[in-house]
């Protein structure tokens, strides 16, 4: 099977990402042809023991994060969705089960069966959790170690379990289609999307792409059109395409969007009005696909010295505002596509320092203004708080793009407004390679840190692009942080 774990383990710093997925076995049988088959259906009580658990949570705040603790030592926490009621419901990996979270702090946990393997006959064993929605009155998750969608009832706490390993193997992550039914990736190597009907029966589809991708997530635009990304894990890249999913027969034909452009690592996409936005997963950006042009537009986000890359992996886009998160930076980024800026929320108080420290919060979900996210290691479900203003505030003055030939230079101006009772330290990035670390172009900040003050506070940063970087469009990043919260201002090159 494919094996898609983005964790560091804190203890032996173990790092599994999505750049070297693994395969091991677990593809559909040659003989089997994607087709409508009716899934072998499990209906199972409690496991005898504690059964449903409910618990009172104290959280904790430090700015716009607040962060709920979870019982035990640790739960692993991991797949997070909100209901209409702006309760949260979220994967237990080490129940296994899922925990029911309301706003008032009460936490109820629900175990669900779980057997090892493929066959499913007992409760209770360690799994993997990627996808989880509120469907049909019921809590679904996907659960890639079982090759199973299990659904559990919050009211009677009974599980229901859809077994998937002769048709779908591997279940990773969830979509709600407009139609009422429940589509879902899987992780085998034959690349394949799978429908939940709302009467239980499973359809496969072969999916048509490029040789050795595999489909990681998808989003429906509506009942005739929908998106996803795909990935080639030992390649390591992989593109955008879109499909209708009032697909006749066994198979998918979709149709590869973007061009030339390929994108590294990509796992998450989201799309908003003309934008579609992809994370690059081995990269320390996310990529916007304009609907309207067909051109790709790459937004770094801030760099950190312990790591080549920031590791973004899930996204979720509505209007203007662009949430995903940042696992080996260990943060949660908005990027508002309007004005041009991006805010980087540490998830730590104090933030990490090195590798050893990140928490492993890996999904994230919209809530009510804000972003709620999972803690793997942390143990903990955290959320954002976009309402809340950060203390400062960083723009460019003036135009923020410059159309300028190679060994030219452009100057930039940047404008600090708010107050700050720390030093702000600038920082730079730019979107010439997946690191997002300046080398070709030359980005030289006038001033290494903003004192302790208040605005308006004025600095500017050199661009030059060097002799031996390709024409094309490029995305310079400014940012000034005071480690907890990061602003980023973007300015444009277009480069002959």
């Known amino acids: 099977m494919f094996v898609v774990v983005a964790l560091v383990i804190v203890a ?26 009716s899934a072998t259906i499990l209906r199972c009580e409690l496991p005898q023991g504690p059964g449903v ?4 949570l104290r959280s904790t705040q430090f700015g716009a994060v607040t962060e709920y603790p979870l019982p035990q030592s640790s739960r692993w926490s991991n797949a997070v969705t909100v209901s ?76 229901t379990v859809v077994n998937v390993s002769s048709v779908a193997p591997e279940p990773y992550t969830l979509a709600l289609a407009p139609d009422g039914s429940l589509w879902f990736t899987t992780l085998s190597p034959q690349a394949a999307i799978g429908r939940l009907s709302p009467d239980l029966n499973v359809t496969t589809f072969s999916v048509n792409v490029a040789s050795g991708e595999v489909p990681l997530q998808l989003q429906f635009v509506n009942t005739t059109y929908a998106y996803f990304v795909a990935l080639n894990p030992l390649e390591s890249y992989g593109h955008l395409y879109s499909f209708d999913p009032a697909v006749q027969g066994s198979s998918i034909d979709p149709v590869q969007l973007g061009g030339k452009f390929q994108l590294l690592d990509p796992s998450s996409v989201s799309a ?24 790709w537009t790459v937004f770094p986000t801030s760099t950190d010295n312990y790591t080549t890359t920031t590791l973004p992996y899930f996204v979720h886009a509505s209007g203007q505002e662009v949430w995903f998160n940042e696992h080996y930076a260990n943060r949660i980024a908005a990027l508002n596509s309007s004005a041009m800026a991006l805010t980087e929320y540490s998830e730590a108080n104090p933030p990490i320092e090195n590798g050893s420290l990140i928490q492993n919060d890996l999904t994230i979900a919209p809530g009510d203004g804000g972003l709620w996210f999972t803690s793997v290691t942390g143990n903990y479900i955290g959320f954002v708080n976009g309402s809340a203003k950060a203390p400062f505030h960083l723009s460019v003055q003036g135009a923020d793009s410059a159309a300028l030939g190679r060994g030219g230079t452009v100057d930039a101006k940047l404008l600090v407004q708010g107050a700050w009772p720390r030093p702000l330290q ?50 310079v990043a400014v940012t000034v942080s005071d480690g907890l919260v990061s602003q980023t201002a973007y300015f444009f090159l277009n480069v002959s």
Not at 12 to 37: C, D, M, Q, V, Y
Not at 123 to 146: F, K, L, P, Q
Request: charged fraction near 15%; hydrophobic fraction near 35%; aromatic fraction near 8%.
């Open 53 to 56: 658990a409910k618990s009172n």
């Open 426 to 475: 600038v920082a730079v990035s730019d979107s010439e390679d997946y690191d997002s670390v300046p080398n070709l172009i030359h980005v030289v900040p006038g001033v290494q840190q903003v004192p302790a003050g208040s605005g308006p506070a004025e600095f500017q940063v050199s661009v030059a692009p060097g002799p031996a970087l390709a024409p094309g469009r490029y995305t």
């Open 272 to 295: 908003s009005g003309s934008s579609v936005w992809v994370t690059q997963h081995g990269a320390s950006d996310v990529a916007r696909y304009d609907v309207a042009s067909g051109n």
């Open 84 to 159: 209409s009621d702006g309760s949260v419901w979220f994967g237990e990996e080490s129940v296994p089960g899922v925990g029911h979270l309301f706003l008032n702090g009460t936490l109820v946990e629900y175990p669900w069966p779980s057997a090892g393997g493929t066959a499913r006959s007992s409760c209770g064993y360690r799994t993997g959790i990627w996808g989880i929605v509120v469907w049909n009155g019921m809590v679904w998750a996907a659960d890639s170690d079982e090759n199973a969608i299990v659904g559990v009832n919050p009211v009677s706490g009974r599980a």
């Open 12 to 37: 032996g710093l173990t790092a599994f990402t999505l750049a070297n997925l693994e395969k091991s076995g677990g593809a559909i049988p040659s003989g089997i042809s994607p087709s409508t088959r």
